[in-house]
């Protein structure tokens, strides 16, 4: 497997004419498409809820939903680009996303809008799929390491940008305006991409047929790469981490400490630019650290700030500062494995590109999604559900990562 890896990395496209900053910067956009849908609408949840008369806790749902369809739609698109290509099938996907953020921006019922999110979460999952499929296409194992970790920094502006965005909005125009924006956005995207972006995937690689013999023994075929599994479950966890960050946070900073919807957008613009900082020291000590040695240290890091989170909360010694401190340090650490992480599990798939980056999103979403539900309902106290999981996930994820070196 080791040999396989190796032998991967050879016959890819170089950095000698340049770090390809324009692809890179296209597939950060596309791939960022899933959390504006995601971070624009947290400072509206109060909003939708009083605006479509629902519970506060239901409007969560919304976001259930688009996890959902986000590891639904990965499932169908990854042997749908190792067969057709990359590039048709990621134009179809963010053409759905746009039309699931239009609905949505016309949604006049709780039911629509979670319909609405579900296809805009189909859409979406093109994005998330396919621009890992094209860095793996043309560039090598090392290659893909500084790439992944650049990608995931570009990305994180969505983040940064989302929230603040969509608490201006709020406040000038209805919370429907968010999504008429998300839509206005994909569009670029859209249109961007049919212009400058180009087929990556070699005629002789693509799956000769598709059905679902095919689909299955393809799936099956990664389902048994145990290293590539071992990662992937280990970013399974560490997703339920994040969720649990994305879903509470909203409930903590706007109802516990009672803080403003542009309080709130700034609060998670900082953890954003944490989450970049930490990613440019990744990237440059990628050329003296292992990538395994960086995702150790990152998620050391994330546990430790989030036990002390919980310890503090245990103890009435927490306050609405250190747990900004705290969250900060958590979420920021993230920069140090979410690339290489990713870069770590796509090192050892095999021929289907499309399809193993489906499966690492699928069971990174799905598991994820899973686990912070799980224990999102065994937990009452948003405080506490948040340091829980966070804790939890993120050493099951430590530990699953440490272990994969005695497979």
Known sequence: MEQQAINKSQSKVSFTDGFPWLLIILLACITALDAMAIDMYLPAFSAIS????????AIQYSLSYFIIGLAIGQLIFGPVVDRFGRRKPLLIGILIFSIGSVIAALAQSFEILLLARFIQALGAAAGVVIPRAIISDLFSHQQTAVLFSVLMQV??????????????????????????????????????????LKES?????ALTHLNISVVLQSYFKELKNLPFMTYTIASGFLFGSFLAYLGGTPVVILDIFNLSPTQFGYI???????????????????????????????????VIASLINLILFLTDQLNVYSFIFLLWLAISALGLVWGNLTALALQYTQDNAGTASALFGIVQYLLGALLAMLLGLLLQDPLVKISVIMTICGAISLFSIIGQKYI
């Open 268 to 302: 998670f613009a900082f953890n954003a630019v944490g989450f970049i900082i930490f990613g440019q020291v990744n990237t440059l000590l990628l050329s003296r650290i292992s990538q395994y040695k960086l995702a150790i240290i990152g998620l050391t890091i994330h």
């Open 50 to 57: 009083q605006s479509l008369q629902v519970d506060s806790a």
């Open 201 to 205: 995937l070699k005629p002789e690689k």
């Open 155 to 196: 990305f994180m502006l969505a983040p940064i940008i989302a929230p603040i965005l969509g608490g201006w909005i709020l406040i000038h125009f209805s919370w429907h305006a968010i999504f008429w924006c998300i839509s206005a956005i994909s569009f670029i995207c859209l249109i961007w991409s049919f212009f400058s």
